[in-house]
């Protein structure tokens, strides 16, 4: 049986792959050609063209772009039709007499939203890292229809960030899902995104709720590359369940774990657009975050002033790539233990 | 005191039985080795004894005493696993403080417990590497010293050397026969080659798809192996095996008839006359013979010159493979025609069961 089934996904195989043959066919012989004309480095640099052209149009030019712009002045879109400031815009951005207090500044938006993307970096970051890692404990146990439980926790990851928005706003809104089991529980409803810190908290809840399937499906991987050996030779040395945890468990998926710290570091600082759907920023300013700073004073404010959003965008990308280059120097760092084990 | 008592322990995973019906009692102090091809459930039973694992029948009592259901630390046991199962995070030295950690021994004794295992296992330079930075070897000894430390009432070790190399091997056979001398301690010994479990155990289990199928002394295994399995497991090469008729002979005797011509008579009654029976002889049994001297004449196949001995292999006529290692070197070459004599003092005989037939 299982042998005829082989037979047939072999020539299901083979016709799905007799085209892409005959393409291959087609294209061996200019290739050939171009190969011998250009030497082997030539070749590498056709192959590579293409996407470095999308890399330097879409990537690298805009970036240029950007810090072109951030050292200009006015609200003219093209870059011909600015006044050269110089570093204005950044001087503009610190002038504070204090930088605790957002008054004090000339942009309290950009400081406002400083601080309130560094409490919910903080916030929703232990709280991603930890609801990540109960959640892969849980589903590495052997439970029932596990793999049913692992796409329930992921599937929010699938869904666009502006879906998730709307359906937590149908939940949490006034008269949304959660009042009105409240009230059925015979609680007194809760305005939850009009009250400051519940919304704030909403903010967090929303974003780990969205993205935790995916750092729990990266511990889990991380879980389960632990041997079982390791659980078993402590059961014998008479390990309780929580040293277990402390002493084997954790020192195991620390690199996993760290991993998870530096990605979600990354994607806390850029909060923006489940948020943005969800609160719009408020109420007030109470979760307004850098990114939705960037973008109202770029392009949605009366007042725009890109060079002003350029200057903020520069800074803002300053602190991801720190953050990157620790998280790649912790995959480094990883691969190579990885070698030595 | 350690004396370990199985007593009619299965295992199933869901419908399909691993082992059945286990009896057995380890005594104090003895070496013993399970072994048995791959897949036969030796693992499991190590582990139920460990108590990784909870047998579906039976009971487990060590010294006496009902273990059945009590959890693996609270045995006394001391595991050494086939991966070693060293923690990869910790030095040497914490891998073997853990297990007494756990069980909030004093520091000044952990630490001469770690020394003295050091000692005794020749790890001490490595006390403050990490397993990753250790070889086979030493790794392997490394499991050994976690288990000594806790000075355990029984060792159980699954296949500890089957990740060395063929030399290093033997030599760690040599010395786990030495540490099992030295510390007189009862161990249980998993493994699937023959030759660690003849040159190691005080007693040998032979086991087939979950059941004993002979227990005893290496020695007994070999001279007086209980069925057809056991004859054809233990002993290397493997005993050849004829298909023969038996029938009454001479008073005190029995013929046998090969190939339905030639035959040769033997001391004692067998149980079963005029029976269709197998015979089995080991290979350094038989011997090669001039033309018509020997019991069966046979065509060498292959010749295997090992120098201290020869090893042929040859086709009877009736087309059965038929084994001879003789000693020395001997001059016959493949294709050569050759008599083989059988050793009357050192025949098996099996019945169709494939039990053992004793001869009075
Ligand atoms: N957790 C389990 N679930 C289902 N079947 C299992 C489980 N553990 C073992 N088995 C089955 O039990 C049988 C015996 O396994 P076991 O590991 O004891 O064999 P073994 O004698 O140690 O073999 P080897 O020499 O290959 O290590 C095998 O057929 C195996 O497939
Ligand atoms: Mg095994």
Not at chain 1, 49 to 72: D, E, H, K, R, W
Not at chain 1, 94 to 121: G, H, Q
Not at chain 1, 292 to 300: D, S, T
Request: net charge neutral; aromatic share 8%; charged share 15%.
């Amino acid at each position: 049986m299982a042998d005829v089934r082989n037979g047939i996904a072999t020539r299901a195989g083979a016709m799905i792959l007799a085209p892409v043959g005959w393409l291959a066919n087609l294209f061996d012989s200019p290739l050939r050609m171009l190969q011998r004309r250009t030497g082997s480095n030539g070749m590498a640099v056709f192959f590579l063209a293409p996407n470095m052209l999308v890399f330097g149009i879409f990537v690298l030019f805009p970036l240029v772009i950007n810090i072109l712009y951030s050292m200009t002045g006015g609200g003219a879109l093209f870059l011909g039709d600015r006044t050269f400031v110089g570093a204005d815009q950044y001087g503009r951005l610190f002038s504070c007499s204090s930088y605790l207090d957002p008054k004090s500044c000339i942009e309290d938006l950009f400081w406002i939203a400083v601080w309130n993307t560094l409490a919910f970096v903080v916030l929703q970051v232990a709280m991603m890292v930890a609801v990540a890692l109960v959640t892969a404990l849980v589903l590495n146990r052997e439970l029932r229809a596990r793999s049913f439980w692992r796409a329930v926790f992921f599937f929010p990851v699938l869904l666009s960030p502006v879906v998730v928005g709307l359906i937590w706003r149908w939940i949490l809104q006034r008269q949304g899902l959660l009042n009105l089991m409240v009230f059925e529980a015979g609680g007194t409803p809760v305005n939850w995104l009009v009250e400051r810190n519940w919304a704030f908290t909403a903010a967090i809840m929303v974003s780990v709720w969205a993205h935790v399937g995916f750092y729990a499906l990266i511990l889990l991987a991380g879980l389960q590359a632990i041997p079982k050996d390791l659980y078993e030779a402590a059961e014998m040395d008479g390990t309780r369940p929580l040293r277990v945890f402390w002493r084997i468990t954790l020192p195991l998926l620390a690199p996993n774990l760290l991993v998870v710290l530096v990605l979600t570091l990354i994607r806390a600082v850029q909060i923006f657009d489940e948020v943005y759907v969800l609160t719009g920023g408020g109420p007030g300013t109470s979760t307004l975050f850098l990114t939705q700073y960037i973008y109202e004073v770029g392009f949605a404010s009366m007042l725009r002033n890109p060079g002003l959003a350029s200057a903020a965008s520069i800074l803002m990308g300053a602190v991801l790539v720190v953050l990157t280059l620790i998280q790649l120097g912790i995959a480094r760092r990883n691969e190579q233990r990885g070698k030595m084990r | 005191m350690s004396q370990i008592t199985l007593t009619g322990v299965s295992r199933a995973f869901g419908k399909v039985g691993v082992l059945h019906d286990i009896n057995l009692n380890i005594l104090d102090g003895e070496l013993i080795v399970f072994v048995g091809p791959s897949g036969c459930g030796k693992s499991t039973l190590l582990r139920l004894i460990a108590g990784l694992d909870r047998p579906t029948g039976g009971a487990i009592a060590i010294d006496g005493k009902d273990v059945t259901t009590v959890p693996a630390a609270d045995r006394g046991l001391a595991m050494v696993f086939q991966s070693y199962a060293l923690y990869p995070h910790m030095s040497v030295r914490q891998n073997l403080a853990f297990g007494l950690e756990n069980a909030r021994m004093a520091r000044a004794e952990i630490d001469a417990r770690i020394a003295e295992a050091a000692r005794m296992l020749e790890i001490a330079p490595y006390l403050d590497r990490r397993p990753g930075q250790l070889s086979g070897g030493q790794r392997q000894r490394v499991a050994i010293g976690r288990a000594i430390v806790r000075n355990p009432t029984a060792f159980l070790l699954d296949e500890p050397l089957s990740n060395l190399d063929a030399e290093l091997r033997i030599s760690t056979r040599a010395e786990l026969a030495a540490l099992h001398e030295r510390l007189s301690a009862t161990m249980v010994y998993v493994t699937h080659d023959q030759i660690e479990a003849m040159t190691l155990a005080d007693r040998i289990v032979v086991l087939r798809a979950g059941r004993i199928e002979q227990i005893g002394t290496p020695l007994d295994l070999y001279n007086h192996p209980a069925n057809l399995f056991v004859a054809g497991f233990i002993g290397a090469p493997r005993m050849n095996f004829l298909p023969v008729k038996v029938a009454a002979g001479g008073t005190g005797r029995s013929s046998l008839t090969l190939d339905g011509s030639a035959g040769f008579e033997i001391d004692g009654n067998v149980s079963a006359v005029n029976g269709d029976v197998t015979l089995g002889q080991r290979p350094h049994h038989i011997s090669l013979a001039d033309a018509g001297k020997g019991d069966i004449a046979a065509r060498v196949a292959l010749v295997e010159a090992l120098g201290s001995e020869t090893i042929v292999h040859t086709k009877t006529s009736g087309g059965q493979t038929m084994l001879a290692v003789v000693a020395g070197q001997c001059p016959v070459a493949s294709g050569d025609t050759v008599d083989l004599k059988f050793d009357t003092s050192h025949l098996h005989l099996f019945d169709d069961t494939g039990q053992r037939i004793a001869v009075s």
